[in-house]
């Protein structure tokens, strides 16, 4: 079977990079007969917003619907494009991933001799070989091909959480404004609701 990435990251990155935005990851998945999402997710440094998932949802089916673009033949056929951000709590599938996301907290699904685990832990490293995670103040390495599965965890009421949560005061401003206009237009109108 054709690795999604590098059948098709070489067409998206240059398209992204024309949107100051970047590629994350790319995943095409089955679910049932017939029915295949190509999910991409992009971001950018300063985060993405509505009109750049939708700018970035354009230019990819574009250059994906070109009959030349390399790797068509992986998505020949009907198929759902989705494109997102990766989210507060990222897919940590590629090695890119997890030495980005040093010390952040993870939660990995693994298999060791043949046994399902589980491990919660800070992300202390990582290499094509092994990734090391601090669990309850133990270091624990879990080899990469044993991973099935892993993501970040995003804990509220840590620095990251408000950080992640804290908006622009430009645009808090504005969204002030807008909201305290549009409460006193919609109050009158819930009560008569209510009222009638």
């Known amino acids: 079977m054709m690795d999604t990435w590098h059948s098709l990251a070489p067409n998206i990155i240059p398209?992204?990079?024309?949107?100051?935005?970047?590629?994350?990851?790319?995943?095409?998945?089955?679910?049932?007969?017939?029915?295949?999402?190509?999910?991409?997710?992009?971001?950018?440094?300063?985060?993405?917003?509505?009109?750049?998932?939708?700018a970035a949802t354009r230019e990819i089916s574009a250059v994906l619907d070109e009959p030349a673009t390399a790797g068509a033949d992986l998505l020949a056929g009907q198929y759902t494009l989705e494109v997102s951000s990766p989210g507060l709590e990222r897919p940590l599938r590629r090695i890119e991933h997890w030495q980005g996301a040093r010390g952040r907290v993870a939660t990995v699904k693994f298999r060791r001799d043949g046994v399902a685990s589980r491990s919660r832990g800070?992300?202390?490293?990582?290499?094509?070989?092994?990734?090391v995670l601090e669990v309850d103040g133990t270091e624990e390495s879990i080899p990469f091909a044993e991973i099935t599965g892993a993501r970040t965890v995003f804990e509220w009421g840590t620095d990251e959480a408000r950080m992640a949560t804290?908006?622009?005061?430009?645009?808090?401003?504005?969204?002030?404004?807008?909201?305290?206009?549009?409460?006193?237009?919609?109050?009158?109108?819930?009560?008569?609701?209510?009222?009638a």
């Not at 992204?16 to 991409?40: C, F, M, Q, W």
């Not at 800070?122 to 990734?131: E, F, G, K, Q």
Request: charged share 30%.
């Open 122 to 131: 800070v992300i202390i490293s990582a290499t094509n070989d092994v990734v």
């Open 15 to 54: 398209v992204l990079a024309s949107l100051n935005l970047y590629l994350y990851d790319i995943e095409l998945s089955s679910a049932g007969k017939g029915n295949r999402t190509l999910r991409v997710l992009v971001d950018r440094v300063d985060g993405v917003d509505l009109e750049a998932i939708t």
């Open 166 to 195: 804290k908006k622009p005061k430009s645009s808090s401003k504005s969204k002030s404004k807008s909201k305290s206009k549009s409460k006193s237009k919609s109050r009158p109108q819930l009560k008569s609701v209510k009222v």
